[in-house]
């Protein structure tokens, strides 16, 4: 088992962080409460570029702002976590 740096508890609390705040993006239309700097000015931004889309029932929103407000944290999180294993191959002797 490979040992734990430093780096990688730092990229732990980063992860847990951005999920958290990814998840509660995703859920704020649903719950209805509001993050405040998320909800009041970046979602409304990303919500100009909804993807409109057909359905059984007729069009359809199929990704709104707080969709591509996760993709956006989920692909932060895989872009970190690369260049965090690079660093530490890096490290490592």
Do not use: Q
Not at 71 to 87: D, E, H, N, P, R
Request: zero cysteines.
């Amino acid at each position: 088992m490979a040992k734990k740096t430093i780096l990688s508890k730092i990229y732990l609390i980063f992860v847990v962080f951005m999920l958290a705040i990814g998840f509660a993006a995703l859920f704020t239309k649903t719950y209805k409460f509001r993050i405040p700097i998320i909800s009041s000015t970046i979602i409304p931004v990303l919500d100009k570029h909804k993807v409109w889309g057909e359905t059984l029932r007729g069009p359809a929103v199929l990704v709104s702002g707080e969709h591509w407000f996760f993709l956006i944290t989920l692909i932060i999180i895989v872009v970190v976590g690369i260049m965090v294993a690079i660093i530490n191959r890096m490290i490592k002797p």
